[in-house]
């Protein structure tokens, strides 16, 4: 066997943008390539500003003297109301996530419903009542709001939307580009319960589980984190395309290599046995109540006692670390001693029979 | 083909005259249908494959497979360096033994 | 988990590495035949971890790469209708026909649903009386009890508004012709486990003797996979050539009596088409005359469709063993797991995304790389 030099990996992408669909379809909102080919090829054509270029959870923007965080996100789960939640909790503690991930004190949210005509108003009732409580734990307030109405059969029920806006503290500058070789992986604790809860429920896949969606407002989880030093370089939380594609993204976006240790990786069992049962990998799996941080690596032996503290971060545990080879790829030791490539999903995960 | 895995079998009883049971696969339980496997009981583990039971797991074999690979190690600890030394002495590589002509298929 | 975490261990998986290592004298070339199987070896980097002489070819054991194209645009007819409910299992969606897949027949408006089991479709036929429901049958002989008993409920019950497009395959007929093909370097087989739970081991010694091959039955944890390598590396240093059951938890050898009655009752032998390889005969099952009515085929009367293959895919000869994934000059640049050329891409346990998800890294041990 001749030596060969490293396979040269920075082309491999589909080069023609969207070509094969004219159309929108499910994968677009996977949150993997098709969702990035979107923003990309798309949205950034048509808007592009250097905030945006961020393509950060949230935006950091300087207003007056002020350094504000400001996010947007919309929820269109199904079904409305799911072990552990609902859409009402979600539509808050994710964008609230998405504030914190700036490492700011999340504020004022905004709320838009979109209402599809027939749907009880039991429902939009309860879904509100949840919303507001959803508010009061994460600290919010829900200063202002829309609602709309579109005809039967053009929605499924309910669709939210929330902004948020909130303060980013001096001296704290997170964002996926600060991703250091060196750095520290800090997952603050088991992933793939949110997906599954979502899963277990779903028609044509449903099944028994007491796995609940782990949905949790993380503010004060990264306060205990910012405690111990506010030179955090980055925080995500890994909803839709899970661990796996958070991390691709903050490889991709700080041009370094990620190397983990799947043994390190905590997985609740039952969501272990779940995504055996259906073919699914816990990496790609949604989370709405977890972060994942880079952290230096000075730091990270305190950060982690720190996250250990708070009731969110029981089960935090260090999964790897920044490197400089192979920028812009997640790999993975696993429990054998192999390797093996942790790629972004091209769209949603699909269960599968073989 | 064939993701199939064992789960425990929890609870059966029947639908539309078809023998069905709930299965456990460690805190995930899905509705199987049993009607291949006739025998089978509360307690026993299957190989689910898409929503059926194809077998029931042989928990005698599965012990004696998992026993052979335990010995595997031992035999090598007992026995290996002996072995290597001889067969250093000898001047043949280590663990090789004339087994007869091995036929190539081409 | 029990039955999982035991066979997951890595001091055991070192041990068997050890005795493999300490038995491989000469280079040898085995196939395995399960997608499932292939899926775990590169999942957990086990063909990285043999000694170098040893060559894994992985077979034409999935499914989804060896449906025909002209089944995948016959379902995309079908799921093109209005009045249908198309179900299928996950892995068929991203499948593409002559020019679209199912998730671009579902953007189109058609009703594609993914179920887990064909009961669950079954539910939905019973559920929406005036649709119709139509479950993609497709699979080994593992699949095939499952998919029978759900055409011998619907006509049990008499849920008329149910049917089944049926795709099913056998794997010793494709031994068969891999066996034959002129090119062919496979010197043994790792049977496919869970197959053998259903068809028990009885079809397999005559292959073995008249091509004269040692056929291991292996399973899909790691420790299975290394057991199964381990015994045939013994035969083949041994000169021997027989059939060997290395997953006697799940394979007793005369394998599922009950499921094997009911496939006689529901399917009859026929010749298949098998993607990237091409004909061969009684190789597949099809619905028997008596469950006609239950037949999509038929209830849809689906004609004879134009396919186009695409040129520059290659899957025909991955599948076959004939060339590793990197060896064809679309790999990761014309054809990506985002834009699959053919069924070996799409496919999460198709050589050709296992290769370009695990492989990207560095090349495999003692093989040349050529990248576009």
């Not at chain 3, 539910?123 to 011998?152: K, S």
Request: glycine share 10%; proline share 6%.
């Amino acid at each position: 066997m001749a030596d060969q030099p490293p396979l040269d990996i920075t082309g491999w992408s589909c080069p023609l943008p969207l070509r094969d669909s004219p159309t929108i379809v499910m994968g677009h909102g996977g949150g993997g390539q098709l969702s990035a080919e979107l923003v990309e090829h798309l949205f950034l054509p048509a808007f592009a500003n250097p905030t945006l270029a961020g393509l950060a959870d949230s935006a950091v923007l300087t207003i007056g003297g002020a350094r504000l965080a400001f996010s947007t996100d919309s929820f269109v789960v199904r079904p409305l109301f799911f072990p552990g939640g609902s859409i009402g909790d979600l539509a808050v503690n994710g964008t609230v996530n998405d504030l914190a991930m700036s490492g700011a004190r999340p504020m004022y949210l905004s709320c838009a419903f979109i209402l599809e005509e027939g749907t009880e108003l039991a429902t939009v009732g309860r879904i509100a009542a949840e919303l507001g409580k959803a508010a009061e734990a994460a600290g919010v307030q829900i200063a202002t709001g829309d609602t709309k109405v579109v005809d039967a059969g053009h929605g499924d029920g309910v669709y939210l939307n929330t902004a948020g806006i909130g303060l980013v503290p001096a001296g704290v500058d997170i964002r996926p580009q600060r991703a250091t070789p060196g750095d520290v992986v800090v997952v603050s604790g088991e992933i793939g319960s949110h997906g599954i809860a979502i899963l277990s429920v779903r028609e044509g896949l449903e099944f028994g589980t007491a796995i609940v969606s782990d949905t949790a407002p993380l503010t004060g989880l990264v306060n205990a984190m910012l405690a111990v030093t506010t030179d955090l370089h980055v925080l995500r939380d890994p909803t839709r395309g899970g661990l796996a594609t958070s991390l691709n993204e903050i490889a991709r976006a700080a041009g370094v290599g990620i190397d983990l240790v799947e043994s390190s990786v905590p997985v609740p069992p039952a969501v272990a046995n779940a995504c055996g049962l259906l073919g699914l990998d816990p990496m790609y799996v949604a989370n709405e109540g977890k972060l994942v941080a880079m952290v230096p690596r000075e730091s990270a032996d305190e950060v982690l006692a720190a996250m250990r503290e708070h009731p969110l971060g029981r089960s935090a545990s260090i999964i790897g670390e920044c490197v400089e080879e192979h920028p812009g790829m997640v790999t993975a030791r696993t429990t054998f001693g192999g390797t093996r490539v942790i790629d972004v999903p091209v769209g949603e995960q699909l269960p599968r029979i073989c | 083909m064939c993701l199939a895995v064992p789960g425990k079998v929890i609870s059966i009883w029947d639908q539309d005259q078809t023998r069905m049971a709930t299965v456990d696969f460690g805190g995930v339980q899905k509705t199987v249908c049993l009607e291949f496997v006739p025998d089978i009981a509360i307690g026993d583990y299957t190989v689910v494959h898409v929503g059926f039971a194809l077998q029931r797991l042989d928990e005698a074999s599965a012990l004696a497979t998992l026993a052979l690979f335990r010995e595997l190690g031992e035999l090598d600890l007992e026995f290996g360096d002996a072995w290597q030394r001889a067969a250093a002495e000898a001047g043949a590589s280590p663990h090789k033994q004339d087994r007869g002509g091995t036929t190539e298929v081409a | 988990m029990k039955y999982i975490d035991e066979f997951n261990d890595p001091e055991l998986a070192q041990r068997l590495l050890d005795d493999i290592r300490a038995t491989v004298t000469q280079p040898w070339a085995m196939m395995e035949v399960c997608g499932g199987q292939t899926h775990s070896i590169i999942r957990h980097g086990i063909d990285q971890l043999i000694p170098a002489e040893l060559e894994l070819i992985h077979g034409p054991g999935c499914p989804v790469c060896v449906t025909p194209l002209e089944m995948i645009d016959k379902a995309l007819e079908i799921a093109s209708r209005p009045e249908v409910i198309f179900c299928s299992f996950g892995d068929m969606l991203r499948v593409p026909g002559s020019n679209r897949d199912l998730f671009r027949v579902k953007s189109e408006g058609g009703d594609v649903r993914v179920v887990y089991s064909p009961l669950d479709a079954l539910t939905i036929a019973r559920e929406n009386p005036d649709r119709q429901v139509v479950f993609f049958g497709i699979g080994f002989e593992t699949t095939a009890p499952p998919n029978a008993m759900t055409v011998y409920q619907a006509k049990r019950l008499g849920i008329a508004n149910f049917s089944l497009l049926v795709s099913h395959v056998k794997v010793p007929p494709a031994i068969e012709a891999i066996m034959q093909s002129p090119s062919c370097r496979v010197q043994a087989f790792l049977a496919a486990g869970h197959v053998c739970s259903v068809m028990g081991t009885a079809e397999y010694p005559s292959l073995a003797e008249k091509y004269q091959v040692p056929i291991v039955v292996t399973g899909f944890e790691p420790l299975d996979i290394l057991e199964g390598i381990r015994r045939t590396v013994q035969q083949l240093e041994a000169g021997e050539h027989t059939v060997d059951n290395a997953y006697g938890r799940a394979v007793p050898a005369e394998g599922n009596p009950a499921a094997q009655r009911l496939l006689a009752d529901v399917f009859e032998v026929t010749d298949r088409s098998w993607r990237g390889i091409g004909m061969i005969p009684d190789s597949g099952w099809r619905l028997a005359p008596k469950y006609r009515d239950y037949d999509a085929e038929y209830r849809f009367m689906v004609s004879e469709l134009t396919t186009a293959e695409s040129t520059e895919c290659r899957s025909g000869e991955v599948l076959q063993g004939l060339i590793k994934p990197h060896e064809c000059a679309a790999f990761g640049t014309v054809c990506t797991p985002r834009n699959p050329l053919g069924a070996t891409m799409v496919s999460s346990e198709g050589a050709c995304a296992a290769y370009y998800l695990y492989r990207r890294l560095q090349p495999a041990r003692g093989e040349v790389t050529n990248v576009g």
